[in-house]
């Protein structure tokens, strides 16, 4: 089994930054690639950054939030500055994880961390 385990989230006012991260764990052989999607109330889950060698980004957050990856650690990161009030979501981990070297690629997800922009 594969779980992903997100921390990070919280309360932060406008301007401000947070540092999410998802650690994957259990049988993996490979991650092909790691992401963030949100999801705020009323709103369907969308793709913030997702990384393979380097990152892409959702327009609403270029140039204010960076995503990278630790291989060694199986971990992606998010680093958001310069948050605003629409950021609020929870924010949940997506890998793209084989569990062997014939395996095929499986999606897995985080349980989610809000992330609440206020003043």
């Known amino acids: 089994q594969v779980q992903l385990v997100e921390s990070g989230g919280g309360l932060v006012q406008p301007g401000g930054s947070l540092r999410l991260s998802c650690a994957a764990s259990?049988?993996?052989?490979?991650?092909?690639?790691m992401g963030w999607y949100r999801q705020a109330p009323g709103k369907q889950r969308e793709l913030v950054a997702m990384?393979?060698?380097?990152?892409t980004y959702a327009d609403s957050v270029k140039g204010r939030f960076t995503i990278s990856r630790d291989n060694a650690k199986n971990t992606v990161y998010l680093q958001m500055n310069s948050l605003k009030p629409e950021d609020t979501a929870v924010y949940y981990c997506?890998?793209?994880?084989?569990?062997?070297?014939?395996?095929?690629?499986?999606?897995?997800w985080g349980q989610g961390t809000q992330v609440t922009v206020s003043s």
């Open positions: 259990g049988s993996i052989f490979s991650i092909d690639g």
């Open positions: 997506n890998a793209v994880i084989r569990a062997g070297s014939t395996g095929k690629p499986v999606d897995y």
């Open positions: 990384i393979i060698s380097s990152g």
